[in-house]
Nanobody, 122 residues
């Protein structure tokens, strides 16, 4: 599976963005997908994950209620809607995929996109 993340940009605090993770490969619908983010000088942190069908999702406490993950298996794309953005959400956002169920550990994901930058100004 090859992943391509896009949709990042510069936005003011309180604004919104939608990130996309486009996948290649006919078996994409069998993979769990997650978003992670990494700010300069910090570790890569889990943000949100979705199971293969889209029927189950999981969020980090820091984004719960503000971010929404969804997927379109027919279009081989996973989305992350970012609402009520805060300056502390500024980071490089990565999508990742793994076979089986989702987990919060980046080490358990075999496939990664290249990252898309989200910058939130105060």
């Amino acid at each position: 599976v090859q992943l391509q993340a896009s949709g990042g940009g510069l936005v003011q605090a309180g604004g919104s963005l939608t990130l996309s993770c486009a996948a290649s490969g006919r078996t994409f619908s069998s993979y769990a997908v997650a978003w992670f983010r990494q700010a300069p000088g910090k570790e890569r942190d889990f943000v949100a994950a979705i199971n293969w069908s889209g029927g189950s999702t999981y969020y980090a406490d820091s984004v719960k209620g503000r971010f929404t993950i969804s997927r379109d298996n027919a279009g081989n794309t996973v989305y992350l809607r970012l609402n009520s953005l805060k300056p502390e959400d500024t980071a490089l956002y990565y999508c990742a995929a793994r076979s089986g169920s989702y987990v919060a550990s980046a080490l358990r994901y075999a496939y990664w996109g290249q990252g898309t930058q989200v910058t939130v100004s105060s």
